[in-house]
């Protein structure tokens, strides 16, 4: 069988603000996904063109429509709750974790601070197998 060809691409050049910029570049890190690929998922669905809110591109008029996406920009330096909100884990395992030597941060006094490129690199890293 051919190899499946990659559909049509139009180039698009646009100005954004320097800070929806850097959450799209820190978005498309985190997910692992090239920036076109973002912008382009995103347009496919919340952009209707059917006139209806489906998210079915079909043809139709341009419709405004609403979207409930919630930006969520962690810090640079986090406490144990907002670690916990990132890794979308329970504060206590971040701080048992932490003072296992398992998670990445730091005890500043009787709290603990942790660096978001820190638990980023930490996520990335695979684990060792146990024997």
Do not use: C
Request: aromatic fraction near 6%; charge should be positive.
């Amino acid at each position: 069988m051919p190899p499946k060809r990659p559909p049509p691409q139009t180039p698009l050049y646009v100005k954004i603000p320097t800070t929806a910029a850097d959450k799209l570049d820190r978005a498309a890190a985190a997910l692992g996904v090239h920036k076109k690929d973002l912008v382009a998922d995103l347009v496919t669905r919340y952009v209707s063109l059917s006139g209806r809110r489906t998210g079915d591109p079909a043809d139709g008029e341009l419709v405004m429509g609403t979207y409930s996406f919630q930006p969520y920009d962690p810090p640079e330096v986090m406490n144990a709750e907002q670690a916990g909100q990132f890794l979308q884990i329970e504060t206590h395992i971040v701080i048992e974790l932490a003072e296992a030597g398992k998670l990445p941060g730091k005890k500043l006094g009787p709290a603990w601070r942790f660096s978001r490129e820190a638990l980023v690199a930490w996520l990335s890293t695979p684990e060792v197998a146990k024997r």
